[in-house]
Structures are given as structure tokens and as C-alpha cells.
């Protein structure tokens, strides 16, 4: 099993991911870290330090909202969700890697 | 779109970033609490669920490191830090700062006052449309030392009319009027103009016209222009002003415009430079003798004319010259003074004329301040060296730290910005008020001096040297982290590291740069210094200690007759002379170091064989008989005039030796006859000689007599030569100066109307006839002083810094048994090797250079070997001082304290 860290990761890849696991509802930080590990069978598991700059930077551009709330640990905790913005980039994002991985496995194929 | 909502996002940032902090702080704390729920569920204890989920979480601190590059310009935060810091080193070598920050600021403001005279009087364009087509036309005697000098009315006729290279000209009179309008009689000057006067400048009144032909004829001239200053002050700007009256001279003349403010107005007077700006212009009425050939000679006015486009001033010049070929034809038998002197006819450009004196000067000037620059930047790059070396231990730790280089590099230059920021700042002001005190001490005798400024061109050009200086060092600091690894500077301990070879090679050649410049600059300075002491040592031909003048000028309306102008005169002296602290008094048409001379041909009869010759051409000055012992000139032989010399005795002349001399070779000239024809029947008639006084300098100290002088008594040619005016010279017990308001009060008992003008003593006149070579004498010398205390500076500072460098070694020397002296001979022997290098290649330089100061040197030459040698001397001893200080402070190392610390 390989752990996964920033260099490895191409930081818009990344982004997708965390656009595509905040899809499906809002989440706080470590609930996006445990999503990711879970959904890759233990081979994602994101250092911090590469889990928050990202976070703030979609923030930042806005594709993600922050919100103050109550997490089940009964504990204050910072959720996301996707904003408007924050879809269409996810849609944008999945086709261009679908495009990308297409092309990919298309030359190695035939090569 | 993207990026837009991120640099908002960052801008909001900036402002909230306290609660972002402990959003974030809380933010990963619920991550870590999280984490550790999540292991207490797994069934770790409290501790293990601790330990695992921090080890999980990695370093936090750089969690919050990187993620909070993302909300912020980090670029800008990072900037703000390096200024803080920048603050912060400053603080603490305050020392250092100051010195790098006053260097810069004495040498950049020295560059924008340098550069601020140059500009304004060299390079920017004059304050009328397509000035550098105006000339001024000349008529030359160079045969009798008159290289320029006015012209008559016919000459401008010819010069108009005859050539055609001019598409316009005028011809003008400086005229100081008596103006009574106002509350106090005061001198006014004026330009009498020919009409032409305002379209060939090409600037217009703003208010009302200028004179038109019709006006310009006797009878009908009298109109005036004023100038803006004079309708502010004397009308308080009232808006009636065209029509109402003007008194000038007792006359009443009608306003009919005002020019614009700020009009810049064509002043000259061969003596020194007349900075006073006209404030009236009324027409030039040429009457018809004016016109005519038997005024040829009265050469009094000025002409300025605008060449056509497409002419040159040679083009110019030729046509000039051959007209006055083809009159001297016409007028050959009538005048050999004409050929003998050398007569002609030049043109100058307007730019040329007023700067030609000074031009020299101003290039040395700036060749000088060049080498100021250069010596405050070899110091400054010096004192960084040194204290870059001294920050090395500093510098290698935080990189072995993991300070990126490029960060640490644009730390060091930010501090050296800001160092340079705050010396060129400095010096900007310094350099403004290095201008207003060099303009309040020469602006009167600096050619075009109304106009000299700081304006834009001269405030860019001062950034652009502190930014190119701000550039330049920023870059020295960085050599020192140059190497890739930090650990050789941390492995030798202490800040004591000593420099490579090739930094310290660098600081010897800056050392050695600076003293070769300062010698050069010292050297200078010398040699203008003592040529200034040989002009004042020469001898002038007459006294100048506590003599007072003081010119007056009768208005021809209320004194008509020659006879009125004398009796006041008389009845003036006479008061004058009971005055308490007058020792003697007099008066006399043309000062010397005062007003340019009237000059006419003469002829001498012999007495014996009643033959008649011309001589040549003599200056012609008008004098009440006590004015030779008043002013203390030589009897050489017969008498001074006496009462006998009244108006109706025989006509009587005093020459000078040189006169005597050329025309009497070898011969008693007492008794001899001369005739020296005026407009007046007195001026027909053969003046007999009865004294022969001693030769006068009149205009310059530098040059030798090469003019003749005739002496006329006041009661004899009263009217002589159009003079109305005459300068009154006292000789004074006390203070000069304090007699001023007593002189005045005393005329205006006489005539209430009357002002007195161009007050000076006779010590100022000649001291302002020195302008031409104090000016560049103060200039040099203060620029070389500059140089000299940069140079100090830098050897002390850097002597300083070497000495702190190997305290541990002296202190082991000590320690080891040498002696005080011995120390001291080290450091100070260090200092003064490259000293002595400097100064041998200043001395090769300055043997080079000091052609180009020959013109601005009077009775030395440029290689004068005592002042060299002064000069090093001076730089010598003034070295060893400074190489003495730090070396003391070395010989007093305890040997003890420095052992055992760092």
C-alpha cells in the first residue's frame, strides 16, 4: 500500500477528488481525509499538509463554502460544501480526465 | 474568473487575519480530536490515541505554513517583513546606516545641485519661442581689449537693412528711470526699445500692445510697457491699468501694456553680470544726427536680432563682415582707430553669450561631482563589504536552517534599498538647499540667473542616480552567499571570519581609488585657491579701503543745462564732504569695477610744431578735481585739477601713464594739447595737459591695462558724452556702509526726487569682479573638502572593521609579548600603504588633468609642484589620523577579555 503524498499527487487531480467526494454532501476536513482513504481502499491517505492547503485554496476561488457547525463528536467543526461554481469546475474536471486517461491508455495501447 | 475571486478572497485576508489564524488553529485541532476519537474507538488508550494521531497529523506548524500561503499575497507580507527586518538591523548598527545614508546624501546632493546649473544654463531651451535663434551683435575692438562690446545707431541701420540673414532685430538701452509714482522715489531699470524690440523676443503683452513705429519718433514716445511685478506692486493689479500714467524721470508716461509674468528681459553689462530684471520698456526714438555718420562711434546700445531659419551664425557673421568692409571703405581716412583697433562686427548666439564664461566652470564643476559620486560609492561599497563579512556566521546559519537562498537574497537587498532609499531622499533635499544657498550667494553674478531651477527633468534625473546606486549596492551584499556550503563560515567561529582574497583585493582597490580621487579633487582645489590669493594681491592702481560709492542720475527734464548738473554736483560734494566720518569725497562718470566707459578717438597737437596726429582710442571719464586724492591715484607728473579749472578757464586734461607713455615717448607731455571731440562746443575745443596720474585697472584684475584714460574736469564738460549720471566716491573714517542713509539723506536735501543707487564699497566691487574665478574656487573647494571628509570615513570605518576582524589575533600578539607600538605601526602601516599607492596615482592623474583648469588659473601654472605637494601632505596627515583611531583602539585589546569571548 502506498502513501499517497503532495509530490506524487498532481494538486489538480487532487482537487477533483475532494470536489467528487464533497458531491455527494458536506463534510469537515478529516471526514474528507477518511472518505478519500476509505473510497481508495487505504491507499489515499493524505498528510495534512496537503489536505488543507487545498481546501483553502478552492475556498479561495470559491468552489467550496465553508460553514461552522457541530460535528457527531459533538465537537465544532469547520463543513464544506460545493457551490454552484464548485459543480461546473468538478464537471470540467472529471470529462478532462476522462479525456486525459483516455488518450493515455489509447497511445500505450497501440504503441 | 478564477483568480479574481482568489484575489479577492486574499485582499479580504489581509484584514481578518487574526480570525483566520484561529479559524485555522481550530480547524486542525477538531482534525487532531478527530483523529483521536477515531483511534480511542480503534481501542487505543488516551496516550497511544495521542501520540498515533499527531504522528498521523505530521508538523503542524508547517500545516499552517503552507496552508496559509494560499490566502494570502505572500509576495507582499513577505516584502513587509523584509522591511521590518531591514528597520530592525538598522537599529542596531545605527552607526553604519548613518554613514552609508550620509555619504549617499552628500553626493547625490551635490550631483542635483551640480546638475540642476548645468541643466538650467546649458542644456534647457531659453523662455522664448526658438531662442536659439537669437544672436546678439557685437561691435569688437579687440586691437584695444574690447573683444565685444555695443554698437551705435547706424551700425544696427547697416547691420538691419544691409544683410539678409536677419528676419528680425532691435536695438536697446539699459535707462535706470527715477520713478516717483508711489510712495518713495526709487531707481527703476528700464530698456529703451526700438519697437521691433518685442516681436523679435516673440513674446506679446498680455495686457494692451507694444510701441508702434509712430511711437517711436521724439515728441511721441512717451509710452511705456511695464512689466507683471511692476503692475502687481506698484498698481496692485488694478484692471485700469492701460492709460493711466507712469513717472519716469519726472515725465509723465502713459501705460500701454504689460507683459506676461515671469518675462524674461535681455539685460548685459560688459562688468560682471546684471541679474535685475527690466520693469519698464519705452521706445528708442532714433533722431536724425542719431542716425548719421558722425555717430558711428557712440557706441551705446545693444542689438539683438533673430536670424532667418536656415541661417547660421557663421552665414550671419559673414554678411556682418562684409558690410563693415564695405564702410570702412566709405570712412577710411576719417578713422585709424577704426583699423588699428581691430574694428568689426560679431555675432553671437544669445545662449553663447550669456554662458560662454561660465561653461568651462560648469564642466569642471561637473567632472567634480562625477568624482564625488564615485568616491561616496567606493566608500559605501567598502563599508557593505565589511559588514557583509561580519554577517557571514548569520547568514550561513539561517541557511543551514532552510532559509532559501533566493528569500535571503532579496532579504539583503531590501535592506540595502531601503539604506539608499533614505540617502537618496536625503540628498534630493540636500541638494535643493545647496541650490537656494549657492543662488543666494552668486545668483546676482551667474549669467541667466532668474532662471536656474530644480524642475522635473532635474528631480528625475537625482531618482534615476539613487535608484541606479539603490540597484548597484543592492548587489554587494549578495557576493557573500555566493558559496554553496554555509558550513566553512560556521566551522571558524565567531564573526571574526576573514575574507577571501579576492574581497579583500576588492576593498584595496576601492581604498586606493578613493584617495587618487580625493588627491585629484584637493589638488584643484589648491591651485583655484591660491590663484585667487595672487587676484587679490594685484595691485589696482588705486585705494580700496573704506571707499563707499554710490551712483545718482539727473533727469535731463529738470537739469537741461551742463551748467545745472555741475552746480548741483558742487553744491552736492560740498555738503557731502562736512558730513562727520568723510574724509574725503568726489565723483566721476565712470567708475572703475563700475560702469563701462564711454570711449572716443582723440587727436594730440604738438605744441612745438602745432602739428596735429591721431591717436587712438580712449576711455573718457568725467571727474570732480578731488577724485585722484580721494581715491589715492598717483600724481606722476604735473598737478591734479584745482579750482583754477573752472568753466570759463582754459581747458584743461589729466592722462594717464599709459597714455603718456604711447603717444610721449620720451617726452614731457605737460603742456601738449589734445582734442577729443564731443556733441557739446566745449567738447571742439584743444584741452591742455596738465597731469600725468598713475594707470587704473577698470574692469578685471586678471587683465593688464591696454586702454588709455583721459580725465576731463566735472565744470568744464558738464554735458560731455550724454552722461547724466555720476557715481559719488567717499572715503570713509568708519564702516562704509554706515554712511549710506547720510550720503542719501543728504542729496534729497538738495533734491527730494533724487534716489541714490548701486550702493556698494569699493571692496565689494572688486571682490564681485572676482566672480568669474571665486565662484569655481568655492565649488572646488568645497567638493574637494567633501571628498576629503567621504575619504576619512571610509578609511577609518574600514580600518575599524578590519582592526574588530582579528581583535583575537592582536589580543594573541599581546598576549605573546608585543608591544603597544608594535600594534599600532601594524595597523596604522596597513592603512597607509594604500594610502600612499592612492596618492601617487591621484598625483599621475592630476598632472593628466589639470590642462583643462588652466583657464579658470591666474599667475600659476597647472602643475605647480608646491600645491601638489600640499596637497598630499594634507591627504597624508589627514589619513594617518584617521588610520591612528582604530589602531589605538587595537594597541588597547586586553588580551584576557578577548581570549575568552567570542
Redo the contacts between chains.
Keep these: 500500500m502506498t502513501i499517497m503524498s503532495k509530490i506524487d499527487l498532481p494538486q489538480g487531480t487532487l482537487d477533483l477528488l475532494v470536489l467528487r467526494v464533497l458531491n455527494s454532501g458536506e463534510m ?4 474528507i ?2 472518505r478519500l482513504e476509505l473510497l481508495s481502499h487505504g491507499a489515499l491517505k493524505l ?3 496537503t489536505l ?2 487545498a481546501l ?2 478552492m ?4 468552489w467550496i463554502v465553508p460553514e461552522w457547525a457541530q ?1 457527531e ?1 459533538n ?4 463543513y464544506y460544501r460545493l457551490s454552484k461554481i464548485g459543480r461546473k469546475r468538478l464537471e470540467e474536471a472529471q470529462q478532462s480526465w476522462d479525456r486525459l486517461t483516455g488518450v493515455v491508455a489509447t497511445v500505450l495501447n497501440n504503441a | 474568473m ?1 483568480w479574481l ?2 484575489l479577492r ?2 485582499l479580504f485576508s489581509l484584514f481578518r487575519r487574526r480570525q483566520l489564524e484561529a ?2 488553529a ?3 485541532q ?2 487532531l ?3 483521536i ?2 483511534n480511542r474507538a480503534a481501542g487505543m488508550n488516551e496516550e497511544e490515541a495521542h501520540q498515533a494521531a499527531h504522528r498521523e ?4 506548524e ?2 499552517k505554513e ?2 496559509r ?3 494570502r499575497f505572500v509576495w507582499l507580507e513577505q516584502c513587509l517583513q523584509d522591511l521590518r527586518y531591514a528597520f530592525r538591523q538598522f537599529s542596531r548598527n545605527p552607526g553604519f546606516s548613518l554613514c552609508v545614508v550620509l555619504i549617499l546624501a552628500i553626493a547625490i546632493g551635490a550631483n542635483t545641485a551640480e546638475f540642476a546649473l548645468t541643466h538650467s544654463l546649458l542644456i534647457k531651451p531659453l523662455p522664448w519661442p526658438q531662442a536659439d535663434r537669437l544672436v546678439y551683435v557685437y561691435n569688437t575692438a579687440a586691437n584695444y581689449g574690447w573683444p565685444l562690446g555695443p554698437i551705435s545707431v547706424p551700425d544696427y541701420l547697416d547691420r538691419r537693412d544691409r544683410t539678409d540673414c536677419f528676419a528680425n532685430a532691435t536695438l536697446f538701452k539699459t535707462v535706470f528711470f527715477n520713478c516717483s509714482s508711489g510712495s518713495s522715489p526709487q531707481q527703476v531699470l528700464g530698456l529703451q526699445v526700438t519697437p521691433s524690440f518685442f516681436s523679435t523676443l516673440g513674446v506679446a503683452p498680455i495686457q494692451g500692445r507694444p510701441f508702434t513705429d509712430a511711437e517711436a519718433v521724439s515728441g511721441k514716445d512717451k509710452v511705456t510697457v511695464i512689466s507683471y511685478s511692476l503692475w502687481q506692486k506698484q498698481f496692485a493689479g488694478s484692471d485700469d491699468i492701460l492709460g493711466s500714467d507712469l513717472h519716469l524721470d519726472g515725465e509723465s508716461y502713459r501705460i500701454i501694456g504689460v507683459m506676461p509674468e515671469g518675462f524674461l528681459s535681455p539685460n548685459i553689462s560688459l562688468f560682471g553680470v546684471n541679474n535685475l530684471n527690466a520693469q519698464v520698456w519705452t521706445p528708442y526714438a532714433f533722431t536724425k544726427t542719431a542716425m548719421s555718420d558722425q555717430w558711428r562711434s557712440n557706441w551705446s546700445s545693444w542689438m539683438i536680432a533673430r536670424l532667418k531659419t536656415d541661417v547660421t551664425v557663421e552665414q550671419a557673421q559673414t554678411q556682418v563682415d562684409i558690410v563693415q568692409q564695405r564702410n570702412a571703405a566709405r570712412f577710411h581716412s576719417k578713422s585709424v582707430s577704426r583699423q588699428e583697433g581691430g574694428f568689426g562686427g560679431v555675432i553671437m548666439g544669445y545662449r553663447e553669450q550669456n554662458v560662454q564664461h561660465i561653461r568651462p566652470t560648469l564642466l569642471i564643476l561637473q567632472a567634480a561631482v562625477g568624482l564625488i559620486l564615485l568616491i561616496a560609492c567606493a566608500n559605501i561599497g567598502n563599508l557593505m563589504l565589511a559588514r557583509t563579512i561580519a554577517r557571514s556566521r548569520e547568514l550561513s546559519t539561517r541557511i543551514a536552517l532552510g532559509c532559501g537562498r533566493l528569500r535571503l537574497a532579496r532579504q539583503l537587498f531590501t535592506e540595502s534599498l531601503v539604506m539608499v532609499a533614505a540617502g537618496g531622499a536625503l540628498g534630493v533635499l540636500l541638494g535643493y538647499w545647496s541650490l537656494e544657498l549657492i543662488l543666494r550667494m552668486a545668483g546676482q553674478s551667474l549669467p541667466l540667473g532668474q532662471i536656474i531651477a530644480i524642475d522635473n527633468t532635474v528631480v528625475g534625473f537625482a531618482l534615476l542616480l539613487a535608484v541606479g546606486t539603490g540597484v548597484f549596492f543592492g548587489f554587494v551584499p549578495l557576493i557573500s552567499l555566493r558559496q554553496p556550503h554555509p558550513s566553512k563560515a560556521l566551522r571558524y567561529g565567531g564573526t571574526r571570519v576573514s575574507a577571501g582574497k579576492s574581497i579583500a583585493m576588492m576593498r584595496a582597490v576601492l581604498i586606493v581609488t578613493e584617495v587618487a580621487l580625493a588627491l585629484i579633487l584637493l589638488a584643484a582645489s589648491g591651485l583655484t585657491l591660491r590663484s585667487l590669493v595672487n587676484l587679490h594681491h594685484v595691485p589696482t592702481g588705486f585705494t580700496t579701503d573704506r571707499i563707499l560709492t554710490a551712483k545718482i542720475t539727473l533727469p535731463v527734464t529738470e537739469y537741461k543745462a551742463g551748467h545745472d548738473r555741475s552746480s548741483f554736483y558742487t553744491e552736492a560734494l560740498r555738503n557731502i564732504r562736512a558730513l562727520p566720518g568723510v574724509i574725503s569725497a568726489s565723483a566721476i562718470s565712470h567708475l572703475p569695477f563700475g560702469d563701462e566707459s564711454i570711449s572716443s578717438d582723440y587727436t594730440i597737437r604738438d605744441q612745438v610744431s602745432g602739428k596735429s596726429s591721431p591717436g587712438r582710442n580712449a576711455q573718457i571719464k568725467i571727474v570732480d578735481p578731488a577724485y585722484f586724492q580721494t581715491m589715492h591715484i598717483p600724481l606722476r607728473r604735473g598737478r591734479f585739477f584745482s579750482a583754477t579749472d573752472s568753466a570759463d578757464a582754459t581747458p584743461t586734461v589729466i592722462i594717464d601713464r599709459f597714455l603718456a607713455q604711447r603717444c610721449f615717448p620720451g617726452r614731457d607731455p605737460i603742456g601738449q594739447q589734445i582734442k577729443c571731440p564731443d556733441r557739446t562746443p566745449a567738447g571742439n575745443r584743444w584741452c591742455t595737459i596738465v597731469g600725468v596720474v598713475g594707470e587704473v585697472k577698470t574692469a578685471s584684475l586678471a587683465k593688464d591695462v591696454v586702454k588709455e584714460t583721459l580725465y576731463f574736469p566735472l565744470v568744464q564738460r558738464p554735458g560731455a558724452f550724454i552722461a547724466p549720471s555720476m557715481t559719488f566716491v567717499l572715503k570713509s573714517m568708519v564702516e562704509p556702509t554706515a554712511l549710506s542713509a547720510t550720503l542719501q539723506k543728504t542729496i534729497q536735501q538738495i533734491d527730494p526726487s533724487l534716489p541714490i543707487y548701486d550702493v556698494h564699497t569699493m571692496d565689494e566691487r572688486i571682490a564681485d569682479s572676482l566672480t568669474e574665478y571665486r565662484a569655481p574656487t568655492i565649488l572646488l573647494v568645497a567638493f574637494g573638502t567633501a571628498a576629503l571628509a567621504l575619504t576619512i570615513m571610509g578609511l577609518y570605518a574600514v580600518l575599524a572593521y578590519l582592526v574588530n576582524q582579528r581583535t583575537r589575533e592582536i589580543g594573541i600578539r599581546i598576549a605573546l609579548g608585543a608591544q603597544a607600538r608594535a600594534i599600532l605601526t601594524m595597523v596604522v602601516s596597513q592603512g597607509m600603504k594604500l594610502t600612499v599607492i592612492g596618492i601617487v596615482l591621484g598625483l599621475t592623474a592630476s598632472f593628466g588633468l589639470n590642462r583643462y583648469l588652466q583657464s579658470l588659473l591666474f599667475g600659476i601654472t597647472a602643475n605647480d609642484p608646491m600645491t601638489y605637494i600640499g596637497a598630499a601632505c594634507l591627504l597624508m596627515g589627514v589619513a594617518a589620523v584617521a588610520c591612528y583611531l582604530p589602531a589605538r583602539r587595537a594597541a588597547k585589546v586586553d588580551p584576557a577579555v578577548t581570549l575568552r569571548t567570542e
Excluded: L, T
Design positions: 469537515h476536513g478529516w471526514g481525509a477518511q498528510q495534512e499538509g488543507y492547503p483553502y485554496r475556498e479561495a476561488k470559491g460535528s463528536n465537537r465544532r467543526a469547520k | 478564477d475571486r482568489q478572497f486574499c479559524d485555522m481550530e480547524e486542525m477538531a482534525h480530536d478527530h483523529e476519537a477515531a497529523f505530521g508538523g503542524m508547517q500545516a503552507h496552508a500561503d494560499q490566502s
